[in-house]
């Protein structure tokens, strides 16, 4: 019996339609305009603990960040020197410095389908979308290609301080502007989604971490478009 519609077969409609889900649903969390972007690497070096930091990549082009930082009489400003004050180590300009090595490790981790970088530097829910879409993209034959060519901007747009049953939970929104390659190739490296040229990407991404803890770490919670 001949199970297919135009001469596609039935079971590769479905496929299809279960990886065009996982990417929608990735996309509500991410936010990504074509394709996914997201990273995270871990840098105790600076006197930020991140899962384990790593130099970026050679493909990022080296230009002259920006940071922008809450000025002292700010809410956030206060908020972020009363992190200071947990004695973690902490200090804006270093926490920005560590999330441009996180953000590129996180994109390229995901891009490769490395699950391992991506468990230990994402929070539990994100990971599990994380790890959804690259099954569902791996299913269907593809590959994400994604390069970060540059790293414009960082700017600290928020922070909190919540009690939990742990200890404190300190969240802390980053607004990253970046250059960007991301596109999505099918089976004979033709694009489904995205495109080959340079496009300027703006995102918010939460970091996370529980003060208190010997083994903490700064996770990534949450990724949204600007």
Do not use: H
Not at 79 to 106: C, D, R, Y
Not at 164 to 188: F, M, R, Y
Request: proline fraction near 5%; include cysteine.
């Amino acid at each position: 019996m001949d199970f297919s519609l135009g001469g596609v077969p039935v079971d590769l409609i479905f496929l299809a339609l279960v990886a065009l889900f996982l990417v929608l649903r990735l996309r509500s969390v991410l936010g990504k305009k074509e394709g996914i972007q997201p990273v995270v690497v871990p840098v105790s070096s600076l006197g930020v603990t991140f899962p384990e930091a790593t130099t970026p990549p050679e493909q990022v082009e080296k230009v002259e960040v920006q940071y922008d930082i809450p000025a002292p009489n700010t809410r956030v400003g206060q908020i972020l020197q009363a992190i200071e004050k947990q004695g973690v180590s902490f200090t804006p300009k270093q926490f920005l410095n560590s999330v441009q090595l996180v953000f590129v490790q996180i994109v390229k981790a995901y891009a490769e389908g490395n699950k391992e970088v991506l468990q230990r530097s994402l929070t539990p829910s994100v990971y599990a979308i994380f790890e959804a879409a690259i099954t569902a993209r791996q299913e269907a034959s593809q590959t994400q290609k994604t390069e970060i060519k540059a790293v414009r901007s960082l700017a600290i747009e928020d922070a909190r301080i919540t009690l939990v049953e742990a200890g404190s939970k300190v969240s802390i929104e980053v607004k990253i502007v970046s250059d960007q390659i991301s596109l999505v190739l099918d089976k004979d490296g033709q694009p489904v989604t995205g495109t080959d040229a340079i496009t300027e990407f703006s995102d918010l991404w939460i970091f996370e971490r529980v003060l208190g803890s010997q083994t903490s770490t700064w996770l990534l919670a949450s990724a949204c478009s600007a």
